[in-house]
């Protein structure tokens, strides 16, 4: 803003007085709303088994449930093939009351993406993809606006800067038009120099994996029809990239978190991330890469059955706990679980080592990725997984 005047020196006095205090009460109300949403204590059975040196688990999740905070959930520890905690409990339906069943569906939004990463680790394995070849090699088109130089590793380590698409797009659209999906994927200008920071490619991940899926695989299926097949299937997992309708009955009747309590929990409430407000705040790359999606300002939308039906590997994912943990498991121990191999060591290497080190971030969340997942020395979600 340039300021010529002492009248304009006021006016931007009172505007970030203004802000501060929108701020304040804004929080203040957030915090208010979070303490009287939270309801009476109730009383659930916790269903399921638990290994006896894990009982404290069971005791928690009892207690997370019966302080009202939670509506219902199931939470799922697997190792080496065997379950050590699987348990679920609570209302998988605030409407009817409806109880959370053993194998009662979730969408679990972004842990499809580390399903992404099991996917592009096998093409890897299998010779059709190489992390450190250019995308252009199977991408011709993908050369457009200066991504000449952008390595398939670059682009699913968060490092590339194509995190929108340049407008808001529907589900729909997504699943009906794929041919246009795929040439505004092709042409999107990097918001940075590619590999250079890196930043959360919240939608796009998804999207730019199902093009690569698409064009390596013999089959040319798409990234939904390849994890149903070569993965879900072989291994018995109860999980889905697009919800078929045929599997709806199963699913629970979220309740959504606003984008506003969102980012008052990530970032208002984190000192230490108050440096991004800016970006967060304003017209912004975060923005942009948040809103791809038309469902941004009201994700209740997603209770529609035709948008749980889109395979969106970045978010339409939908299973149970147990069967995140069970695919997990294999990532969790170097990629074998009891002689099977599901992904070699070498590609563990890539799906195990930070490529976000040393490499600047430009808004949270600032933990590191390798290609494609959360560094699992610091967080061990891709082991334990929990929905609700």
Request: aromatic letters at 12%.
């Amino acid at each position: 803003m340039r300021v010529n005047s002492i009248s304009d020196i006021q006016k931007l006095n009172v505007s970030r007085w203004t802000f501060a205090v929108g701020l304040c009460v804004l929080a203040a109300a957030w915090k208010w709303t979070g303490r009287s949403s939270a309801g009476s204590r109730r009383s659930y059975t916790v269903e399921g088994y638990v290994h006896p040196a894990f009982e404290e688990v069971q005791n928690v999740f009892r207690e997370s449930l019966a302080s009202g905070r939670e509506g219902g959930a199931s939470f799922s520890v697997y190792h080496q093939g065997e379950a050590l905690v699987d348990i679920w409990g609570g209302v998988s339906d605030p409407t009817t009351g409806a109880l959370w069943q053993k194998h009662t569906l979730s969408q679990a939004w972004s842990c499809t993406k580390g399903i992404v990463a099991t996917i592009l680790a096998m093409l890897v394995d299998r010779g059709l993809l190489d992390y450190n070849e250019r995308v252009t090699k199977y991408w011709p088109e993908f050369r457009q606006n200066g991504k000449d130089n952008i390595t398939i590793g670059v682009l699913f380590s968060h490092r590339a800067g194509v995190v929108s698409l340049g407008r808001r797009i529907s589900l729909l659209e997504y699943r009906d038009n794929w041919p246009e999906i795929e040439r505004m994927l092709a042409a999107m200008k990097p918001e940075w120099v590619p590999g250079s920071r890196y930043m959360y490619h919240a939608y796009t991940f998804g999207m730019y994996a199902d093009a690569i899926v698409r064009r390596v695989d013999p089959l040319h299926r798409n990234i939904s029809t390849f994890f149903r097949d070569e993965i879900a299937e072989p291994l018995g997992l109860d999980y889905f990239i697009g919800l078929p309708f045929d599997q709806q009955h199963r699913s629970t009747k979220a309740e959504y978190t606003s984008m506003l309590r969102l980012f008052f929990s990530t970032v208002v409430f984190r000192p230490d991330r108050w440096l991004w407000l800016p970006e967060a705040l304003m017209r912004s790359r975060f923005q942009d890469s948040v809103s791809v999606i038309d469902i941004y300002d009201d994700m209740s939308a997603m209770e529609d059955p035709e948008l749980r039906s889109v395979g969106l590997a970045s978010m339409v994912g939908f299973g149970n706990a147990r069967s995140l943990a069970q695919l997990y498991d294999y990532i969790g121990n170097n990629g074998s679980v009891r002689g099977h191999r599901l992904v070699s060591e070498k590609q563990m290497g890539y799906l195990s080592n930070p490529a976000t080190a040393g490499v600047p971030v430009i808004i949270a969340p600032d933990f590191d990725f390798t290609m494609g997942l959360i560094d699992g020395r610091i967080h061990v979600s891709h082991l334990v997984c929990l929905e609700h």
